[in-house]
């Protein structure tokens, strides 16, 4: 491969577009169809893929489930799709999402414009045209008026740099990189690193078939149960009849999920009803368990009586005591990291063939050629998985090399950490947007509707434009830093800044920044400032002829 390094270097004729879109997920696919059937603009998506899907065409390892419930993980925009479309379950797995994704490219006939196994190596902006450069590691030399990234915020693998890894003489491999063949555990000893969302997935199904399983666990976790079962023919039935309600809902609440915080307070509710509501909204499962009251992690009070019961739940399953209390000192407030739902999880650690090393005690020093070496021990093993989540929310973005306005390149203007205007647009970056990235509710939401809502804002600014003459938008950098306080503001309000080693902060990402990346304002008031900013002839923007 011939690395460029000049803006634009000689290479084979260029192409010329309205918008490019990088990405081929829930977002470029939806972004692609607003662009181009609706405004008639000439757009292509690249895609490093060999399919659409995104995260789900690359996240395929044991046990890859959604923690959205099926009826709110799916778009809305389109009627007839919600009436023709059947989930199987309550939270579908990682075969059925890419099902569903492959029948939205197929139904709006979208895989003519999107170009597969097709990784854009740079993108930079041409101020005399006013255009963007996008050049792939293929060779290609694309020239568009807009740029717009949909490359996901749980994209970028983070595989630890721990010694000796090149020295192991088993298989090793990531949660976010899994091999589509699928890997066969049947009589092996088994190695998983990690314990956040994707762990708690794999752990149970892996355990299942290995002959032995090693979790390491640096950081305990909650987990609340999903109580995961094929969706009756009468839910099928009334999701479709209530769909506008549905989406009413998820558009105008905090998380973007099928369901509303309700209006009661933890403390302020007498104990012996307050844990009848929350044994209640464990047996039911799911993240609606977070939502039976309003302060949870708004109080740190609040959030004790929470997480005790939590606790208490996960003594309950676990029947060695030590593992127990392994698993349930957990040193973060509840919900205030990514709280992940689960088929079994806690119940794994009583099989006979799953150990639990504790690696705030015993962190590992080395792996070797037989296994992962820890500061007291040696665990051989044939396989190890890191379950060691993203480089969240920016590590896509910042792994292109992206230059706009005056050879600004977006790792330098990020150095210190994400900096944007209301999570669409970086100050020196003209006509690029992004899709849910840092400074947007992101990850804090149940992502399609916060996916529409991106999409439908970018399309309609692009129609404004287009009407009125206009050429360039641009986010101000007194916008940027105003937008940037808001984010502070808005998780400083909640518990979730104060957890130092999340990776809401990057805090997973050796040397990354750490800042607080996602609105946590709530969806439905990030809605109404979005839509207030177009109102206002696109205040906190640029634009120029």
């Not at 199987?88 to 139904?107: G, K, T």
């Not at 752990?203 to 987990?223: E, K």
């Not at 439908?456 to 306080?485: F, K, M, Y």
Request: glycine share 8%.
């Amino acid at each position: 491969m011939t690395q460029h390094t000049s803006a634009h270097p000689a290479s084979q004729e260029a192409i010329e577009l309205d918008a490019i879109i990088i990405g081929a997920g829930f977002s470029g696919m939806y972004q692609l169809m607003s662009l181009r059937d609706k405004l008639g603009m000439k757009v292509k998506v690249l895609e490093a893929g060999a399919g659409v899907g995104g995260t789900w065409y690359w996240n395929r390892y044991p046990g890859a489930r959604c923690d959205s419930e099926s009826h709110s993980y799916m778009f809305y925009f389109s009627k007839e799709m919600v009436n023709e479309w059947e989930w199987s379950e309550r939270y579908p797995q990682q075969p059925e999402i890419l099902r569903y994704l492959n029948h939205v490219a197929d139904r709006f006939a979208l895989r003519s414009d999107i170009l597969l196994n097709t990784r854009m190596h740079a993108a930079s902006y041409d101020a005399g045209r006013n255009r963007w450069h996008v050049r792939t590691e293929q060779g290609q030399h694309f020239i568009a008026q807009f740029l717009i990234t949909a490359v996901g915020c749980l994209s970028s693998a983070n595989v630890p740099q721990i010694p000796g890894l090149g020295d192991f003489k088993g298989k090793w491999y990531h949660t976010g990189q899994w091999p589509h063949e699928g890997v066969d555990f049947t009589g092996k000893r088994v190695g998983v690193v990690g314990t956040g969302s994707t762990g708690i997935q794999t752990i149970p199904v892996v355990a299942a078939q290995a002959s032995h399983l090693t979790v390491f666990q640096r950081t305990a976790n909650y987990s609340i149960p999903a109580r995961n079962a094929p969706l009756t023919e009468t839910f099928k039935r009334y999701a479709k009849e209530h769909s506008e309600g549905i989406r009413h809902i998820m558009n105008t609440n905090t998380n973007g999920h099928p369901f509303r915080m309700v209006d009661r307070s933890v403390t302020a509710t007498h104990p012996a009803e307050r844990e009848a509501i929350m044994e209640a909204a464990w047996i039911k499962g799911g993240l609606e368990f977070r939502a039976a009251f309003k302060d949870t992690l708004l109080d740190q009070e609040a959030n004790d009586i929470v997480a005790d019961f939590v606790r208490k739940k996960i003594r309950q399953i676990v029947k060695n005591p030590a593992v127990a209390d392994l698993l349930s000192d957990i040193d973060h407030p509840f919900a205030a990291k990514r709280p992940p739902v689960d088929s079994n999880y806690f119940e794994t650690y009583n099989r006979d063939n799953v150990s639990l090393v504790n690696l705030r005690a015993t962190p590992i020093e080395c792996i070797t050629a037989d296994g992962i070496k820890t500061k007291d021990a040696e665990y051989p093993l044939d396989i190890i998985i890191f379950a060691t989540g993203f480089d969240a929310m920016t590590g896509s973005l910042l792994k292109m090399d992206i230059e706009g306005r005056d050879g600004l390149k977006l790792k330098t203007s990020w150095q210190a950490g994400p900096r944007n205007y209301l999570g669409l647009q970086v100050p020196g970056f003209p006509n690029m947007f992004t899709i849910t990235g840092p400074g947007s509710p992101s990850v804090l939401c149940n992502l399609p509707p916060a996916i529409e809502q991106h999409v439908n804002w970018i399309t309609d600014c692009i129609r404004t434009l287009r009407e009125r003459g206009l050429e360039r938008i641009e986010a101000t950098e007194q916008a940027s830093d105003e937008w940037c306080a808001e984010v502070n503001r808005a998780a400083n309000a909640t518990l979730l800044a104060k957890v130092k080693h999340s990776w809401y902060l990057g805090a997973n990402v050796p040397g990354k920044p750490q800042v607080f990346m996602p609105y946590a304002g709530g969806f439905g008031h990030y809605t109404a400032i979005c839509n207030q900013v177009a109102q206002d002839n696109y205040k906190g923007f640029s634009l120029t002829r």
